[in-house]
């Protein structure tokens, strides 16, 4: 059974850090894409940033870009999500994201982690 479990949200002042990560269980996504969305509450789901399958290409939502930094740990099968500069808009449930399909770079993810809460006091 294919797992993607996050950790490392919390609760952290306007201008705090936090780094996420995303441990994959049940194969390996050495050669997929994976991402981190968020959603807050009555808002839509959003892609945050994405990372391609060699990890030599990152994208960054605008609303991010300059604060967050995506990264991975192919060897043990983990994502990163580096958090600076958090503001409270940043608040929201961020999800770990993975594509099925080998050698890709950016489309629909196949596979889900439960989300983690990250929450920023002004």
């Known amino acids: 059974q294919v797992q993607l479990v996050e950790s490392g949200g919390g609760l952290v002042q306007a201008g705090g850090s936090l780094r996420l990560s995303c441990a994959a269980s049940?194969?390996?996504?050495?050669?997929?894409?994976m991402a981190w969305f968020r959603q807050a509450p009555g808002k839509e789901r959003e892609s945050v940033a994405r990372i391609n399958w060699s990890g030599r290409n990152t994208d960054y939502a605008d609303s991010v870009q300059g604060r967050f930094t995506i990264s991975r740990d192919t060897a043990n099968n983990t994502v990163y999500l580096q958090m600076n500069s958090l503001k409270p808009e940043d608040t929201a449930v961020y999800y770990c994201a993975a594509r099925s399909l080998d050698y890709s770079d950016y489309g629909k993810y196949d596979y889900w982690g439960q989300g983690t809460q990250v929450t920023v006091s002004s």
């Open positions: 049940g194969r390996t996504f050495r050669r997929n894409a």
